[in-house]
Nanobody, 126 residues
Framework: EVQLVESGGGLVQAGGSLRLSCAAS????????IGWFRQAPGEEREGVSC????????YYADSVKGRFTISSDNAKNTVYLQMNSLKPEDAAIYYC???????????????????WGQGTLVAVCS
């Protein structure tokens, strides 16, 4: 059984930082793409960032480029999302997911993913 467990969300002031973690188990970690989506109230779920375990390539949504950094620790089967210079518009529930890389940037790509974590809340106050 595939399990993705997120942690690290919380409340932060604008300009602050948070680091999210996603611990993965139950499937072959190597070769999979793992990353983060987010969903704000009333909005569609959007791909934020992902990393390919096969070649280490990464994807970032334009809205987070230069502020967020994704990394993976293979020994721990864990993926991290370092979020700096947080803005109020970054506030959302962040979900860890695993699947094909294209699902992060194709419109409604999230609908093709089956493996999700429970989500962790990120709140940013101005």
């Amino acid at each position: 059984e595939v399990q993705l467990v997120e942690s690290g969300g919380g409340l932060v002031q604008a300009g602050g930082s948070l680091r999210l973690s996603c611990a993965a188990s139950g499937f072959t970690f190597d070769g999979d793409t793992i990353g983060w989506f987010r969903q704000a109230p009333g909005e569609e779920r959007e791909g934020v960032s992902c990393i390919s375990r096969a070649d280490g390539s990464t994807y970032y949504a334009d809205s987070v480029k230069g502020r967020f950094t994704i990394s993976s620790d293979n020994a721990k089967n864990t993926v991290y999302l370092q979020m700096n210079s947080l803005k109020p518009e970054d506030a959302a529930i962040y979900y860890c997911a695993a699947g094909r890389k294209s699902t992060w940037y194709l419109p409604y790509g999230y609908k093709y993913l089956e493996n999700w974590g429970q989500g962790t809340l990120v709140a940013v106050c101005s």
